[in-house]
């Protein structure tokens, strides 16, 4: 039997210098994979030339793909596998907890291609379909360089480095890893931290979803069908067919496009009506089903939910990419606006620094990622060589994405761009007056044209259809039509986008909020110890009751609120979902220091420095802004002065309206200043326990669990290597990997 790594508790009383370097990754580059990479290298490195040096003329969207695969290739290739096997030290031998502690509910090691499809489906929400469409008022070069630079150093790192340090705690929460690690105080202000910004995102999450969906009969029945096909495929892969995920993927995507074919069946129906819902309806049935999908199996509806619609969203996003190769859309969007020095842009007010980092979370460096990472994910790992395709790559998936996003909104027509996503209270409720307002921001458009383009896709109007997910499918359908079916199928594809971006989010949200009741559990824990079996029947639907309250008020607040629920929630939610990252990338540094590996804590530490310095920055303008466009407190003065002399100010209607506004206004800023005094409390705690660690390492104690051989054989990518396969043959296993009664050498 292989001798095992150190342990947490055999590196108590390590020093940082006596834990010996594992070897290179093995094998060599062949001089045929050399010459490869380096014709990726300079595609990428072509692309980002052309997008850089390009000055006042419209250049093709193509070579913003070009540059973000190439960079993305080369980041999985090398600085990946560096963390993974010089950084983390991975270890295949090693039990996970996903076998160790198997129950078949939440703890269950899991096929790494449908890991891979949860936990993408997982953290890919509305994030990286929003905030690229909002953030492209600044330009499209900004955006672009923040979304691929950001992932490969510090959101993909974030994500893979979260799930390894977890996957050796039992995957324990973020907040609860805090407060092993880092002390009480720090732990548990990351522990109240990490729940209530939880809470935000996914209440932002399911605002997009609602709004996506309200009188949409197509998408409300196209989504609606997904539940019963994932209940269909977990029974199908745990009890009538074990194993057989390939068949079983077949079988799902046939039916998931048979539901979006029948959606359009069903809005030109007599059936329509039933499936017409309004905001506050969808609501509703999101907080049911919020609660369902935490308290069932995981293997029942989450994980082959999750997996089908990954298959959806990974492929929609591959034609659009191949869209974009044959029909070459130009970019339209000049590389960099005026609003990004004079911040005062129609979409969200403030400078470059710091609101384009905020507005792109996901897609970049996403907090909620670590939430997964050290949720659900690590309970179904099969192995710890897995986290590099997990962590890593699902990310860099997410980041794609985004990339798409911005490439949506930059091909259109900027007047078009503005007019969508401009509040009315900006360019009024007429073509006559946004074709006025915009023409005032400096992109000339005629009410024809804005007429003419809601007609494309047969909306009645396209006017403030503010959130992103309008402009998004304005794009998608641009590109599809460009290439299939001409303009008499933009209209097709337009709703086809719409319908596809509330299943991208819609799965967010049911993991998150399982991982929101794992995360109160662990809480729960510290003063009743029976919240830590997260089996516990009491604890586990008293735990889901209390997320989705939380999420759902929000979500109720959101809908209802007069200044738009996007428009007020969504800073907040870049604010949160930022300061989350900073809350995990201190524990990843803190564990770095702890374990032994303090040569190498700038793998986080970089990242966690600049994500620092983007939030505070940020979380400082918000609430301390005198700019009524920028500061929450700003905001709610103006509207209270309004309400105190007996005035209703736009676009509020009334005075119920004029309340609600500062209510809103009041919670955001508080909630804001409580966010970045509970990070200002974890970074300090972090850091006097960083700080114990280098100077007396004695004294170091981590909560990693104990050295357990695996009995489970499985790939560490998506793809068996040679070695791998003649490994699973040897087992008697198929691609897939299982257990093993013999340990395989």
Known sequence: ???????????????????????????????KSVAAWVLVALIGAIGWGVLALSRGEEISAAWLLAAALGS?????????????????????????????????????????RVLFGHHFAAVAGAGPLVGP???????????????????????AVQDMVTLFFSTRRDGRSLGQMARDEIGPVGGAAALIAVFAIMVILLAVLALVIVNALAHSPWGVFSIGMTIPIALFMGVYLRVLRPGRVTEVSVIGVA?????????????ESSFASTFTLEKETLVVWMIVYGFIASVLPVWMLLAPRDYLSTFMKVGTIALMAVGVVLAMPTLKMPAVTDFAARGDGPVFAGSMFPFVFITIACGALSGFHSLVSSGTTPKMIQKETQVRVIGYGAMLTESFVAVMAIIAACIIEPGLFFAVNSPAGVIGTSVETASQAVTHFGFAISPEALAQAAKDVEETSLLSRT????????????????????????????????????LFILTTVDAGTRVGRFMLQDTLGNVHKSFKDISWKPGVWLASAVVVGGWGYFLWVGVKDPLGGINQLFPLFGIANQLLAAVALAVCTTLLIKSGRLRWAWVTGVPLAWDVAVTLTASYQKIFSDDVKVGFFAQRDKYQTGIDAGKVLPPAKNMDEMHTVVTNATVDGALSA??????????????????????????????????????IVAPAGLIPTAEERAE??????????????EPVA
Not at 700 to 710: D, I, Q
Not at 728 to 741: E, F, Q, V
Request: proline share 8%; aromatic share 10%; hydrophobic share 45%.
């Open 728 to 741: 699973l043959a040897a087992a008697g296993l198929d691609s897939g990997g299982g257990r093993t009664k």
């Open 72 to 112: 993305y290739a080369i980041g999985y290739r090398f600085y990946a596998r560096f963390i993974s096997d010089r950084v983390l030290k991975v270890d295949k031998t090693r039990a996970t907890p996903a076998e160790r502690l198997d129950n078949g509910v939440d703890f269950h090691p899991t096929d790494r």
């Open 133 to 155: 469409v909002l953030a492209a008022q600044m330009g499209y070069l900004p955006g672009t360089i923040w979304i691929v630079a950001g992932v490969i150093f510090a959101g």
């Open 674 to 711: 409580l966010f970045a005094l509970l990070i200002v409390i974890v970074l300090l705690d972090a850091a006097r326990t960083c700080f114990k660690a280098i100077s007396d390492p004695p004294s170091v104690r981590l909560s990693e669990v104990p050295w357990t051989e695996s009995k």
């Open 1 to 31: 039997m292989p001798e095992p790594e150190a342990t947490g508790t055999e590196r108590n009383t390590a020093s940082p210098d006596t834990i010996p370097d594992s070897p290179p990754p093995t094998g060599g580059l062949s001089p």
């Open 255 to 267: 039916l998931l496009l048979l539901a979006i074919v029948a959606g359009g069946w069903v809005a």
């Open 467 to 502: 959130g992103g997910a309008p402009t998004f499918a304005l794009g998608m359908s641009q590109i599809f039509s460009s290439v299939i079916g001409g303009a008499g199928m933009k209209a097709f594809w337009y709703h086809f986008a719409i319908m596809f971006e509330a």
